[in-house]
Structures are given as C-alpha cells and as structure tokens.
C-alpha cells in the first residue's frame, strides 16, 4: 500500500483541479481524476481535438483568463508555469505542478532522471535498457516511454523508474530523482524560456532538491562548472574521469578498455558519451557483463542517426531530432564519409554561427529549406573555404529529398539533421521524420 499516493488521492477528491493541455501526458492523468470523481476544469490555448466530451468536464478553449481560485493547476510541459496567469495563481496558494513531478514524489522506487540540451533520449533509452538486462522491473517515462502517474501503485522499492526530463518539466521543480544525469548544457529553446540563465536554472533542478548521485560531463562549459553536495560522478570523450570516458573511439572505466565503437550499431562519439553517462549512472546498480552485451546489441533511437536505407550506394539517415546546431555538428562528427546535409526548420532564436565550420569540413552539399535557411545559408557563406561546398535552397521536404538524390554520389551518404525544430512546417520532430522516411522509401533504386 503507498500512503503517500492514498494521500495524495485525498487530496485530490477535496479540491478544485486545473489541467492545462490535454495530450500526452495529461491525457491518462484525466482518466485517473475521473474515476476519483474529482472536481475538475480543462484549460487550453486552442481548440481541443481529442473527444473529451465523456467526462463532462467544464472546458475553457481561450487561454488561461478563467484560471481563478483553484487548489491545485496540473499543466502541460508545453504551459511554462511563469506565465502570468499561473504564477498569480501559485502565488495565491495553489499547488503548481506536473504529472511527472508527482510520480517523482509519489512513487516508492528508486527514480533516475536524465536532462541535457542533447543526448537526453538515448542516454535514458540506454539507462532503460541495462537495467532490463540486469533483471530490474523498469518504468520509462518522462518526455519519452507513457505518461505513470496512473501506475505509481504498481510501483514497489525493488524497481526503477527512468525518466527523460525537459527544461519545460524541470522549471520550478520542487523534488529531485536520487540519481540524476545532465548530458550537457547548451543554447536551446530560447524562444521559450526568457534567457540563457532560466534555462540553466531549469535544468539544475534534476538535482538541487534532494540528495543522491549526480553524473555530469567534464567536458561542457557549464556542467563542468556546476556544484553540488551530491557524489559528482563525470564523463568525458576528452579526458580520463573518475568514472567512463571515451577516446579514440573506445570506452574506459579505471584505465581499462570495456568497450569499441566497432563492436557497436551506434555511431558517433556523442554516442559513445551517452554511454559513458548512462553507466555513471547505473554503475552501482546493474551486471556490468550483461549491461555491455545489451548496449553491443543497441541499434539506437528512431530519428536518431537512424538509417533508412542505401541507394544507388548512397546511404540515407534521418537525424530528425537534431533540432539545434550542437545537435547536428554531433552528427556530422558521426561519419567518416562525406555528406549531403539537409537542413533548416523554425528559427528557435539560436546562433548557427558555430555550425559553419563543421559543415565546411564534412558536407559537399548543403540543401536548405524552412525559416532557418537563410541564416544556415549566411553562416556557410561568412566563413572561410565556402567556395568546397555547394549550396541548395529549396521551399519543401519532398523538393529538398528530390534535389538530395540528384546530387548525392555514390560513397556519400544523405544525412538529414535539420539543426532546428519543426514547428515550421511538422507537428514535431517525429512527424518530420517519418516524412522524410517516407519519401525516401518511395525512391526506385536504379
């Protein structure tokens, strides 16, 4: 029996509840109210497309202007809770919250929470995976895997809950996992988020409530910097650490090669961190031997470097997730080969300054579409050695994949890591995709 979650359902049956969004994650969170029989109001910036109408439930399609006197507010990741509604709101005496931040509190077993500007996915799928193979019952969630708020009950001491963590879940978290991860740190969702320094904030907050283990990389600019009473257990694809670091395409732990980018599916040195990451995290819970078989084994995550298919000896990737600069210069790192890159999406207000040099030295053709093609364009063109590379610009994703197959040659391979988000023309980063995906699929192979 968990008394903290029977607590809290009491709470919930006496009070007035918000939920702000309804997707993903809030979607199930209904369902749990209902069956509560809690007394419950739905906000929404736009109009609602799921068919709600079973709850009976007051909803609110205009934004937050009705958001008075409530007791307790569950928004969305996509809902900040600085906006002016919600923090008049808190400030008034209600409960803040996020369903993720109560399976935090709320749950008996043990939480592990993965954050970073990259890198965040596959490290929590990896941190998954090795603690499958180590025997444990797991529970994925958080930005990636099911909503589990609804299945804290099932939860015992004996099993781990691994969670993905965003800035937007993170901001004004009151609770902390007992052993937390942040990739890296760097510019991303500016557009969100008023400045560099809320971001930062948001995402320390993986740590700063409790006490446990903290695992960082030693090699980026401002979690090398970070500090903490916790046990800081480092990474790096630089330098040898306290725990695994990665040169020269191998894995390390106390000077002791445990693992060869040869042996693996996944390519990339930034992969070869997120493996270093997820053992720093683990290391004192899982069967070292079974926990490197299982990440031999990995192939790696959809739209992550992900290989579509070769044609015509041009190998296809979609590195759709790639929504910000750091994130493709990753990927282009990836390859040895030389690439045709596509690119371009909605303008996050980041600087792509940084990305030129990386493209000048890995890609023979750039062919940009979307919002952020003239800034990629006017990066590419301000640097020095421009003159190696061709240049694209096209309006579609089917024009950019035509143009691809036209100017790849055989060797090469097509890499499309657009370095920015897909707000511009996709639901989002997956449904970019499978598009993509789905055009090159529909190419005949001469």
Request: glycine share 6%.
């Amino acid at each position: 029996m968990n008394k903290k979650l029977n607590e809290f359902n009491e709470k919930l049956k006496s009070s007035k509840i918000a939920i702000i969004g309804i997707g993903v994650s809030n979607l199930p969170l209904l369902d749990y109210l209902y069956n509560l029989k809690c007394d419950v109001t739905i906000f929404s910036d736009n109009k609602i497309e799921i068919d709600i109408s079973k709850y009976n439930y007051p909803v609110h399609e205009d934004g937050l202007k009705e958001l008075k006197d409530f007791d307790i507010i569950f928004r969305s990741p996509g809902c900040l809770p600085t906006r002016r509604e919600i923090a008049k709101e808190k400030e008034r005496g209600a409960l803040v919250t996020t369903e993720v931040e109560q399976v935090i509190r709320l749950t008996p077993a043990k939480v592990i929470g993965i954050t970073g500007s990259d890198g965040k996915t596959t490290t929590t799928t990896l941190t998954n995976l090795v603690l499958e193979a180590s025997g444990y019952k797991t529970f994925l969630g958080g930005n990636i895997g099911t909503p589990l708020f609804t299945r804290i009950n099932e939860m015992t001491e004996n099993d781990i809950v691994v969670l993905e963590l965003s800035s937007f879940q993170l901001m004004e978290m009151t609770v902390s996992p007992s052993i937390s991860v942040i990739t890296n740190i760097t510019p991303n969702h500016l557009d969100k988020h008023k400045n560099m320094d809320e971001y930062i904030e948001s995402k320390c907050n993986i740590y700063k409530n409790s006490d446990g283990i903290l695992v960082l990389n030693a090699d980026n600019e401002i979690t090398k910097n970070l500090k903490s009473n916790r046990e800081i257990r480092y990474f790096s694809r630089e330098k040898k650490t306290n725990y695994f670091y990665t040169l020269d395409d191998k894995i390390y732990f106390n000077d002791e090669v445990i693992l060869e980018g040869k042996d693996l599916h996944i390519r990339g040195r930034h992969n070869y961190e997120n493996i270093c990451a997820c053992l720093g995290a683990t290391y004192d819970l899982i069967d070292m031997d079974k926990a490197l078989e299982a990440i031999k084994k990995f192939n790696g995550v959809e739209h992550r470097l992900e290989f579509v298919r070769e044609i015509s000896g041009v190998k296809w990737y979609n590195d759709s997730v790639s929504s910000s600069p750091t994130r493709t210069i990753a990927g282009l790192n990836s390859y040895k080969e030389r690439i045709v890159l596509i690119a371009g999406g909605y303008d996050k207000n980041l600087d792509y300054t940084p990305i030129a040099e990386p493209i000048l030295e890995h890609v023979s053709k750039l062919i940009l579409f979307g919002a952020t093609s003239d800034k990629i364009y006017n990066a590419v063109m301000n640097s020095k050695g421009n003159e190696s590379i061709e240049i694209y610009q096209e309006k579609t994703l089917n024009d950019v994949v035509t143009r691809a197959k036209e100017v790849a040659i055989p060797g090469e391979i097509v890499l499309f890591s657009p370095a920015s988000a897909s707000f511009d023309m996709f639901k989002n980063f997956a449904d970019r995709g499978k598009q993509f995906k789905e055009l090159v699929n529909k190419i005949k192979n001469h």
